[in-house]
């Protein structure tokens, strides 16, 4: 039973919720370092091109997310 730990569970939901901020945060500062709007670009122009090099970034910074609060 020591995998139902309450301490363990909330300390996880804190990290990921941290991580999630902390992705959402990077994506948006991102997003105003960008010339163009990303969303315009995207959905309405069909820049693939910049689709992939969005994803990436979100990768990207969500393995160092996960490196970071992992240890």
Avoid at 8 to 26: D, K, M, N, T
Avoid at 32 to 43: Q, Y
Avoid at 53 to 68: E, R, T
Wanted: aromatic share 8%; net charge negative; hydrophobic share 65%.
């Amino acid at each position: 039973m020591e995998y139902l730990n309450a301490k363990l569970i909330v300390a996880s939901i804190v990290y990921s919720v941290l991580g999630i901020l902390i992705l959402i945060l990077s994506f948006v500062v991102f997003d105003k370092l960008t010339p163009k709007t990303l969303w315009k670009e995207i959905i309405e122009e069909h820049n693939t091109a910049l689709a992939i090099v969005a994803g990436a970034f979100m990768l990207a910074v969500a393995l160092i997310i996960s490196a970071a609060i992992h240890g």
